[in-house]
């Protein structure tokens, strides 16, 4: 395995650390609901304490429109047996009294909670699975980055680095955020653009949330980790970047949407901000499998998702790895969607990977 | 911030601002094969470094101008109009 | 009696006037100018808190915005505030202030019982335990982890005060008015540009503040005489960002008990510099030695400004624990002002400083260090001993013991805006590379020190900036020297804390080491290190050192963790301002909205705009009985809804059809002038993306409607194509929604009742046939009349200039009496469209094909139009994709809901999904529309609905979706 | 205040009288009644829409950024070969009418009397109370008398002229937005204070 720098420092170092399977599309929910069952057992499998803690995800919905669609989520996702239940506005309330679910601009009408979702600690979890695979015999070959992919005949023989040439028949690409860079080295353009995501940890206090909860009338979503920050994000600040960095507009959006849904969060302080790049694709979920290289696999377009995916992501990489074929659980999730028109786009958004 | 220099209404916040991609894709002409509008729509150089890239002056002059951004620096070097073809620079 | 260790005269505090205050309800007094913190020590006061993990008791440490450990709960009920640093706080009459992080209280806490189990609480521990029983983590060990971390109480209530944000523009910005800053600011101000000072501190001074009043005072007037300057004091820099755009928090009533009347409580700048000098001077660090963190362990120099700025003398007996000579002047501050000296313990051989001390006879323990601190609740004494020796060591009584280890210059805004930071030798700390935006630092940022060359480095920079003049009178005397020995830690065991708000020893970071975790990002996450509210402003480097020396490196050579945004914690509500509550979005209403009001109408959100959802009559029971007398209406006489939110487009030009027809599946260039098309509008991915109709007004002339939703979204597109493929055509755009107020007169008595008011057009079905478009008045106003009807039923829409909408409206009100007239609201136009089977945004939904809602016969077989390739694409043509059906429950009294899924009876997988249902007029029962697999094969058989999330499931029949009229016969009468 | 149909109501939004602090220098607001129309040149034909209104109305049609004209009709720039004509309130349809008389089919003339609503706010502290919201340099170094600017001001688009020193801004608003925008507005001017005539 290689790694550019240290391990843990790219996206599962700087994200916001929720795990759930609330998708609507059942080739997403099976996927990561096969996820969310091995983060249930994964303390155990790696003997390391990642604080999974499952205390609950829920959307908030606010029109007859986004309730509709969260109904048709939730059943579509009990109908492939993953939990889900629908919370009235009085159940929200009593759920979580700081949300203002009567007198905001857009007024809660209730909610699709996921009771088996909730958050992990992300760097234990990048530790523990290091320390796993160490075990296992795995090579971790920090500070070691690829330069080239060495193509032979339409099938890759190898990889360049800054610490010399590896052999290898078959590569996996898991560089979400640089995935274009990577593929570009061995010839390949992919439907990803690179966008930055940020997020935000507030000063501690005692405990205030405790779910995670995502608001439906802006972009922002809050936890609260263990040590008594609260952990929250919104939207992409919507450009393609590299830079690990944002901007005061969606500061200023996520903020607001903040106070909007809980309005005693407005004399509390953020303390730290900080911008993770996404690949986005052009209709919002991952692509795993493998690619029209010989020998190339990856694992990418996670656009705001890789956490949640880690364990199923690896999972179904290495599947499709050995196998040389996708399991059933990534087949839809393939490269070449895009030409045949087979998205799989949640939110109908659009092939706009800034919107997604 | 970033902030663009529009060539019509001087130099504004990202705010005011609709981002709208890569600007260096051309719409096939009407007999295309769908292949190409496939890369219309879909295939992307995402580089990083110089960007070209579309951004609509919505809240300004409603005019989208060609955008040439460093995706890095996030530095925006040239701002031009949309049937203008700014230069792209090497690094 | 209060106030015992006040000095009796100097500082910036009033002493003629004083100010009551409590902490932990107990009573104290100060005086204007005080800190809480200055107030308190003035009091005598020195626990004030307790430790994040370990609750051992904490005193003040700092002067300033680094400060670890005296975070109080700011003010009562919903105006209650955690981790506010007592530092920072400008005391006021009536200020309420409480510790933190103890139970039951403050002297007695139980949970410092942490500290005697410390040994296992060390970094990493929570990782490496708690694992098992799996089930007991959430329900057992989580819960005590996350009631005894957390620092401060939120208040949970709305705050009662409120924010507004500044946006701003300038020449150059400078950030911090210390020698270095104030300078800056008088040379750039001399240059006549725009010139703006940001001080995080309430006066505006930093090190002159009790050292050079003179020249503090003569600048401060001098930039009071320049209009071009605007000094900000009270106003934190907290992040910079791309294009030297810079973030900013003012705190404009926090001094003060409660904000005056109309006045924000903060203010949130956003600082546009074309040059940006730095002027953020430098956190002094402090030493890791064995409990460094007693109540009495205080920065050298914080110790210094209690003396020279607010008269407080921080102990009655003192010692220092320095490795740098301008840590001796701090200290002899200390002994001018008459507290008592026990000496000065110093790791370096000799020193000037301590040829210095002698000379004022204070005792110098050279080549020693203090390893460690005697006292609990508040220092009574340092054990002194020999570098390298391991044998005796001297007990020295002192209840207050300065430390200073050097600076670490305030590199954190440089380093957010790309300048590379670089080693500084003498500092043995980072300052500021070469700036890559139009950037200069200046004074101690810059390793400039001391108050004479920090001010020449900043004329030197407002020169640079500005292209002015450096030459304005500069302070005279001693320059500080603030060379160290590199001396980072005091290497003999005990707690040796490098963070002391997150309880993070020197041992923590090399276990943290030793387990591999040797990156400074690994090291950091692992032990919490600098993750407090202080971000290791003065314990980072120190316990990067520590790690340097775990891995045999050089501190330099390992780096530092990104100094991301915040330079200080920013209020949440700030950043927010007034975009909260009902103002977090803008509200949009239609020229009717008042006459809704009047009537009654429960509105419904549609995006921004406020819509009518219906109008409930006293005589209704219920909502579903106002949505069917509305429907009711519209299907047996006539009723009027607003239709004002559509979007409409003026399209204007020579090629206005060919953009039309570019744009649409269907064609607009063979529309005739007076008539008007419904038509459909695909991504360019092949997706459904927006329909409505489009009239033809004159030859070059459209008028484009479009879905509430998609009214911006559709012009955007319209523009994008017009501006960037095609900008040969002579089109021109228009957004008139605005303009043009609109509403729908529906039912079979919608022609008696408006040819009543309609004047100067025929509207015989002969002369103004379905589709025909026609200019009129009515009362008077001009309005335009389209033949079109979204219901099925006989419709005239009606637009005129939304400043006549209510007088138009309020006329066919009038005319429809006789047919009782019901105006009717967004939940009964839901109702007739499903009757009729027209799509909506349900169904309109980014993932939908013309085909899968049955309206392919209305795309072009000829010609290129937006959308028209891609969706040839299989999966877009596939035959099992979703198609639009009707369904209706079996037992007609069923209720069936929208979001359930359809599956073949006695089974799970579901094959389709119900997109809008509504009890329904024109048949019994309940009716739906929705998308399902194979769905025109299905039309007569009979399916579950099921909707698991509610228990229940109800039988249905597959239907056409054209429940009302298939023919379309009705709006051709 | 007379104010007919078009602007009534977004007039009815300012009460009459001194509102929020007091002691200070209160700035002034105020609804104009006034018709505006949006003049768009056809492709091309830039040149002749200029020359047109030139002979109709006896000055040029300002360059980007800029306003022409006076209190009988202003020209304001408001995107590339395009502008908004403001004239006081007369007839209905009057002005467009003519406007496009006088232009033909060198231009597309969109009568936005009812669709835009004025807001006028002056006084010495008018730049500080915009500067809440607006993004743009209002200073007198990057601003003045003349010049236009097309924004977004408390989330919603604004196109702000400058018409006098003192400053006095027409703020040209959606009037569909024009209430959630004088909310925004007045609450910005409540801590200098603001006066309605």
């Not at chain 3, 960037?724 to 089109?731: E, I, N």
Request: charged share 20%; aromatic share 8%.
């Amino acid at each position: 395995m290689l790694e550019k720098g240290p391990i843990g420092l790219g996206n599962t170092g700087r994200n916001t650390t929720i795990v759930r399977s609330n998708y609507l599309l059942p080739q997403n929910h099976h996927f990561y609901e096969h996820s969310l069952k091995l983060w249930e057992g994964l303390e155990q499998d790696l003997n390391y304490n990642a604080m999974v803690s499952q205390r609950g995800v829920v959307g908030l919905f606010h029109s007859e429109g986004a309730k509709n669609a969260a109904v048709r989520r939730g059943n579509a996702m009990r109908l492939s047996g993953i939990d889900a239940e629908l919370l009235d506005k009085e159940q929200i309330r009593a759920m979580c009294p700081l949300i203002d679910v009567d007198n905001g601009r857009f007024p809660v009408m209730g909610g699709l909670m996921q009771r088996r979702g909730g958050t992990a600690r992300h760097d234990a979890v990048a530790w523990g699975f290091a320390r796993a695979a160490d075990q296992r015999g795995v090579d971790i070959i920090q500070h070691c980055e690829v330069t080239g992919i060495d193509v032979e005949g339409g099938a890759v023989v190898g990889v360049q680095t800054t610490r010399g040439p590896i052999k290898a028949k078959k590569i996996g690409l898991a560089v979400a955020g640089n995935t274009s860079r990577l593929a570009q080295m061995a010839g390949l353009d992919v439907p990803i653009e690179s966008h930055v995501l940020q997020a935000f940890v507030s000063e501690g206090v005692k405990p205030l949330v405790d779910q995670v909860i995502t608001f439906g009338a802006g972009h922002f979503y809050i936890s609260q980790s263990d040590k008594g920050g609260l952990v929250f994000g919104g939207g992409l600040d919507g450009w393609n970047t590299y830079a690990q960095r944002g901007n005061l507009p969606v500061v200023e959006h996520v903020w607001s949407a903040g106070v909007a849904m809980m309005p005693s969060l407005s004399r509390l302080r953020g303390l730290r901000q900080w911008g993770g790049v996404m690949d986005m694709t052009f209709d919002g979920s991952h692509i795993i499998g493998k690619t029209p290289i010989q020998g190339l696999y990856m694992t990418a377009g996670w656009c705001y998702g890789g956490f949640k995916a880690t364990p199923a992501s690896g999972w179904c990489h290495a599947w499709t790895i050995a196998q040389d074929a996708p399991h059933t659980l990534n087949e839809a999730h393939t490269l070449d969607r895009f030409r045949t028109g087979r998205l799989l786009d949640e939110r109908g958004n659009g092939p706009f990977p800034w919107m997604q | 911030m970033i902030r663009i220099d529009c060539p019509w209404c001087g130099m504004r916040d990202e705010a005011e601002f609709t981002y709208r991609g890569d600007a260096t894709v051309t719409r096939p002409g009407a007999n295309a094969p769908e292949e190409a509008f496939h890369d219309f729509v879909y295939a992307r150089q995402n580089p990083r470094g110089w960007h070209v890239e579309w951004w609509y002056h919505s809240s300004g002059c409603r005019q989208f101008l060609k955008v040439v951004r460093h995706t890095m620096t996030h530095e925006v070097r040239t701002v031009a109009r949309a049937t203008e073809t700014p230069e792209v620079p090497s690094e | 009696m209060s106030q015992t260790f006040r000095l009796p005269a100097g500082g910036h505090v009033d002493r003629a006037q004083s100010l009551a205050f409590t902490f932990d309800g107990k009573p104290f007094t100060g005086h204007p100018g005080d800190t809480l913190a200055s107030a308190l020590l003035a009091n005598g006061v020195r626990l004030v808190g307790r430790s994040f993990k370990l609750h051992r008791p904490r005193g003040i440490f700092s002067a300033g915005p680094e400060e670890p450990n005296a975070l109080a709960e700011m003010r009562e009920g919903a105006r209650r505030e955690p981790n506010t640093r007592m530092t920072q706080i400008e005391l006021h009459d009536g200020l309420v202030a409480a510790s933190q992080n103890r139970w039951p209280s403050l002297r007695w806490d139980l949970l410092s019982l942490n500290s005697l189990i410390a040994p296992v609480l060390s970094s990493g521990f929570y990782y490496k335990t708690f694992m098992w029983p799996a089930s007991f983590w959430e329900k057992v060990y989580e819960p005590l982890i996350r009631r005894s971390a957390g620092l401060g109480r939120a208040s949970g209530q709305n705050d009662p005060d409120f924010y507004e944000t500044m946006h701003a523009h300038c020449d150059v910005l400078i950030i911090g008015a210390g020698p270095a800053g104030l300078a800056a600011a008088r040379v750039a101000g001399a240059s006549g540009q725009r010139v703006m000072l940001c001080e995080q501190d309430s006066l505006l001074g930093a090190s002159l503040l009790g050292q050079d009043e003179a020249w503090r005072s003569a600048t401060l007037a001098a930039l009071a005489a320049m209009p071009n300057v605007t000094l900000l004091p009270r106003t934190n820099v907290f992040g910079a960002y791309d294009a030297n755009v810079v973030g900013a928090l003012e705190r404009v009533s926090d001094h003060l008990v409660t904000p005056p009347p109309h006045t924000p409580r903060q203010r949130y700048w956003t600082i546009r510099a074309a040059k940006i000098i730095h002027a953020t001077g430098a956190h002094e660090r402090f030493i890791a030695f064995p409990d460094n963190d007693r109540p009495g362990v205080m920065l050298a120099g914080a110790a210094a400004v209690y003396v020279r700025r607010f008269g407080v003398k921080a102990g009655r007996r003192a010692m220092l624990f320095a490795n740098n000579d301008a840590a001796y002047e701090d200290f002899f501050t200390l002994q001018d002002a008459g507290i008592g000296i026990a000496g000065i313990v110093d790791p370096r051989a000799d020193s000037a400083g301590a040829e210095a001390a002698r000379a004022r006879g204070i005792t110098v323990w050279a080549d020693s260090q203090v390893i460690g601190t005697a006292g609990t609740l508040a220092l009574q004494g340092a054990s002194v001993a020999r570098r390298g020796s391991s044998g005796t060591d001297t007990l020295v009584a002192a209840d207050l013991l300065c430390v200073s280890g050097g600076i670490n210059p305030a590199v954190q805004l440089a380093s957010q805006s790309r300048t590379p930071v670089e080693w500084n030798e003498r500092l043995q700390s980072w300052v500021p590379g070469t700036p890559i935006l139009p950037q200069f630092a200046a004074g101690s940022v810059n390793a400039a020190t001391g108050i004479a060359a920090a001010a020449a480095d900043g004329a030197r920079a407002g020169a640079a900036a500005t292209g002015g003049d450096a030459g304005i009178p500069l302070p005279s005397g001693a320059t500080g020297d603030a060379t160290v020995l590199p001396f980072w830690e005091v290497s003999v065991k005990g707690k040796s804390f490098v963070d002391i708000q997150d309880d993070v020893t020197a041992d923590d970071i090399r276990l943290a080491a030793r387990e591999g975790y040797k990156h400074i990002e690994h090291a950091k996450r692992y032990t919490t290190h600098t993750m407090g509210t202080d971000k290791g402003k003065s314990g980072g480097l120190i316990g990067a050192a520590v790690l340097a020396a775990a891995r045999g490196e050089r501190v330099q050579d390992i780096g530092m963790p990104t100094f991301r945004p915040f330079t200080q914690p920013v209020t949440w509500g700030a950043i927010a301002g007034p975009h909260i509550g009902k103002h977090f979005e803008p509200t949009r209403l239609t020229a009717l909205h008042n006459w809704h009001v009047r009537r009654g109408a429960e509105f419904m959100e549609t995006g921004a705009w406020l819509r009518p959802g219906l109008y409930p009559a006293p005589t209704d029971a219920n909502a579903w009985d106002t949505v069917l007398r509305e429907a009711r209406a519209v299907r047996r006489s006539v009723g009027i809804c607003d239709v004002s939110t559509l979007g409409k487009i003026d399209v204007q030009g020579k090629d206005a059809a060919t953009f039309l027809d570019r744009l649409y599946t269907n064609t607009f260039s063979t529309l005739p002038i007076g008539r008007a098309r419904y038509g459909l509008m695909l991504r360019e991915d092949g997706i459904m993306f927006d329909d409505g109709t489009t009239s033809r007004l004159a030859e070059d002339h459209f008028f484009v409607t479009t879905t509430t939703a998609n009214a911006g979204p559709v012009m955007q597109h319209m523009e994008f194509y017009l501006q960037t493929v095609w900008p040969d055509l002579d089109v021109t755009l228009a957004s008139v929604t605005d303009q043009w107020a609109a509403m729908s007169i529906a039912g079979p008595n919608t022609r008696s009742t408006i040819q009543k008011v309609v004047e100067g057009l025929d509207l015989s079905n002969e002369a103004f046939p379905f589709m025909a478009v026609g200019d009129a008045t009515v009362k008077g106003c001009p309005v335009r009349v389209f033949r079109i009807s979204f219901s099925g039923e006989m419709a005239y829409e009606i637009a005129t200039p939304a400043g006549f909408a209510e007088t138009v409206w309020q006329a066919v009100i009038d005319a429809g009496e006789e047919f009782r007239i019901e105006p009717y609201g967004l939940e009964a136009l839901g109702l007739l469209r499903i009757e009729k089977g027209h799509v909506a945004g349900s169904e309109l939904n980014g993932t939908t094909t013309v085909t899968d809602l049955g309206l392919g016969k209305m795309v072009k077989k000829r010609g290129d139009f937006v959308g028209r390739s891609l969706a040839q694409r299989p999966g877009l043509t596939d035959p099992g994709r979703p198609h639009l059906v009707g369904i209706r429950s079996v037992s007609r009294g069923e209720q069936i809901r929208a979001g359930s899924h359809l599956v073949e009876t006695g089974t799970t997988l579901s094959l389709g999904w119900i997109t809008g249902v509504t009890r329904a007029v024109e048949l019994d029962g309940w009716i739906g529309l929705a998308l399902l697999e194979g769905g025109e094969a299905r039309k007569g058989t009979r399916m579950t609905a099921t909707s698991p999330l509610h228990g229940e499931t109800v039988e249905v029949e597959i239907l056409s979706p054209h429940f009302v009229d298939p023919e379309n016969a009705r709006v051709r009468v | 205040m007379s104010v007919s149909e078009p602007h009534a109501a977004v007039a009815a939004l300012l009460k009459p009288g001194a509102h929020g602090a007091t002691g200070g220098q209160p700035v002034r607001l105020a609804v104009r009644d006034v018709d505006i129309v949006q003049l768009l040149a056809r492709k091309g034909r830039a040149e002749d829409a200029a020359a047109a209104i030139k002979a109709a109305y006896g000055f040029d049609l300002p360059s980007p950024g800029r306003s022409a004209g006076g209190d009988a009709l202003a020209a304001l720039w408001v995107q590339p070969d395009g502008w908004f004509l403001i004239a006081p309130r007369g007839a209905e349809g009057a002005l467009a009418r003519a406007v496009k008389a006088a232009v033909g089919d060198a231009g597309s003339v969109i009568d936005q009397t009812h669709g835009r609503s004025v807001i006028t706010l002056s006084g010495a502290r008018a730049t500080w109370v915009l500067a809440k919201e607006c993004r743009v340099d209002l200073h007198p170094a990057a601003f003045g008398p003349g010049r236009v600017a097309s924004t977004q001001i408390a989330h919603l688009a604004c196109t702000i002229h400058q018409r006098d020193a003192a400053p006095t801004y027409d703020l040209i608003v959606f009037t569909t937005f024009a209430k959630s925008f004088m909310e925004s507005l007045t609450h910005a001017a409540e801590e200098t204070g603001y006066v309605v005539s």
